[in-house]
């Protein structure tokens, strides 16, 4: 996509890191003003200090998301900043890894509070605005677990449940908004530090599976729903695999996973458990990739896994439509 000139300008949160700090990058490129949001103040400034270096109009405003009155706080200093607030990109996602028993309720309760409420929040203080505008992007970060479930993530699972129902239920109230859009995007897996971040309460180092998106690829979907809205992105064909796989055979589907999770930690380094960035922010240094990403050879069993789920769920589905016919 070429350069372009704008006047419009993007609410960023989770902007930090990951998919965020991409966005933020092709946004500026793009010639967008920027507001950008998240919990480290010292990791935006330094963000807002490379793209300001190109060019780019940014405003930093640090923010807990799971803070209604922050947030709302963020949406007066974007609107100042910029006049009009064309996309609010809701972005920020935490995760706790572990078994639901074995992961403090408190940890569960952050991640709800952070993935759920706080979009929700987002979502309240942006379309006020989009309203009397008139028009406006709202794009909520989903994931494909906003579609079949992940063991070991409860609280994350029922977060991302959670922000697909919200989704529908605004689309729906904004119907009569032909200027108004409620966007989501579902990638599959990202090579972001969010798993290196995420709480741990499993006592074994995790490392994400291969294969994994980069996240500039994410970024790029997003971008492109400034000038192109639409209800639902995909990004990466393991969502494929896994929207189908659990439409056809739920049950089979997720013993699948978990029997995947139950070998993989059987075999894992011990670590210790840890709270990650759930109570507050990481520390380390910003970046947008996680340094996970594999050759291709090394994908080929959770392709093959993939292709397994797919043609077991056919097969499924053909055993109930024959047994019907019979």
Known sequence: MATTTSNRTAVITGASSGIG???AELFAEHGWRLVLAAR???ALEALAGDLRATGAQVQVVPTDIGDNAAVLALAEAAQAFGGTIDLWFANVGVGAVGRFEEVPVEAHEQVLRSNLLGHLYEAHAALPIFLRQGQGVFVNMISMVGFAAAPLAAAYSASKFGLKGLSEALRAEMAAQPHIHICDV???LVDTPALEHA??????AIHPPTPLLDPRRVAAAVVRLADHPRATTLVGAQNWAARIG???APT???KIV???FEGYFAQARPAAVREGNLFQPPG????????FRKPLTRRLPLLLASGTVLALGGAALLRRRTAAQG
């Not at 709480?199 to 074994?204: I, M, V």
């Not at 380390?284 to 340094?291: E, F, K, N, S, Y």
């Open 21 to 23: 700090r991409a966005t």
């Open 40 to 42: 480290d103040a010292a």
């Open 186 to 188: 579902y990638p599959a």
């Open 199 to 204: 709480g741990n309460y499993t006592g074994k």
């Open 246 to 248: 659990h439409a056809l």
């Open 252 to 254: 089979l589907s997720l």
């Open 258 to 260: 978990d029997r995947w």
């Open 284 to 291: 380390d240094t910003p970046r947008v990739d996680g340094g």
